[in-house]
């Protein structure tokens, strides 16, 4: 069956990086994007944009480029979210999920992965 | 961007309960817009897309109808297991914008 499983929580100090990674399986790989999609404590659910699993191209929604980095590994069928110089605003759990593209429906999503940014 | 304003932003409900959520676009959007139920702690969960089409493996109690700027999901029946956060979506043009979302909670 489809899976999307990511990494676990991280406890991280401002001005610090991580990265989140999203092994997925079930499936082809580069059959379908993977989107990114994060959600701050108590609040809703904000796009952050797409990797091309075939071209490898990215694509950042507006407040979303710069610090942040989408990279895959198609040899172990992952994707990745890099996020440098974090600051406390970051603190979110992030979601990958897959589509067929940016605007096409999210149908298998992993489970999130908690990023806590804290000093 | 375009806008997606879900209505109510919270509502109380029965089990057996018809329960109707309304999502209105802040431009006219086809039937680009897509349904998920988020449970505490869990990912979202697919349950419509393009508007009215139901996912794989959801009960046929949910249902979604709309096109241009008004939608609408639907329950026909509360289940206890309903309980849980809704969102609306657009996937017109990018980026593709959530609502707020609906808390749906036990009466």
């Known amino acids: 069956q489809v899976q999307l499983v990511q990494s676990g929580s991280e406890l991280k100090k401002p001005g610090a990086s991580v990265k989140v990674s999203c092994k997925t399986s079930g499936y082809t790989f580069s059959t379908y994007a993977i989107n990114w999609v994060r959600q701050a404590p108590g609040q809703g659910l904000e796009w952050m944009g797409w990797?091309?699993?075939?071209?490898?191209?990215?694509t950042y929604a507006q407040g979303f480029t710069g610090r942040f980095v989408f990279s895959l590994d198609t040899s172990v069928s992952t994707a990745y979210l890099q996020i440098s110089s974090l600051k406390p605003e970051d603190t979110a759990v992030y979601y990958c999920?897959?589509?067929?593209?940016?605007?096409?429906?999210?149908?298998?999503w992993g489970q999130g992965t908690l990023v806590t940014v804290s000093s | 961007d375009i806008q997606m304003t879900q209505s109510p932003s919270s509502l109380s409900a029965s089990v057996g309960d018809r329960v109707t959520i309304t999502c209105r676009a802040s431009?006219?959007?086809?039937?680009?817009v897509n349904w998920f139920q988020q449970k505490p702690g869990k990912a979202p969960k697919l349950l419509m897309y393009a508007a009215s089409s139901l996912q794989s493996g959801v009960p046929s109690r949910f249902s979604g109808s709309g096109s241009g700027t008004d939608f609408t999901l639907t329950i026909s029946s509360l289940q206890p297991e309903d309980f849980a956060t809704y969102y609306c979506q657009q996937s017109y043009s990018v980026p593709p914008t959530f609502g707020q979302g609906t808390k749906l909670q036990i009466k």
């Open positions: 431009q006219s959007i086809s039937t680009y």
């Open positions: 999920a897959r589509g067929e593209g940016g605007l096409t429906p999210y149908d298998h």
């Open positions: 990797s091309n699993t075939i071209s490898g191209y990215p």
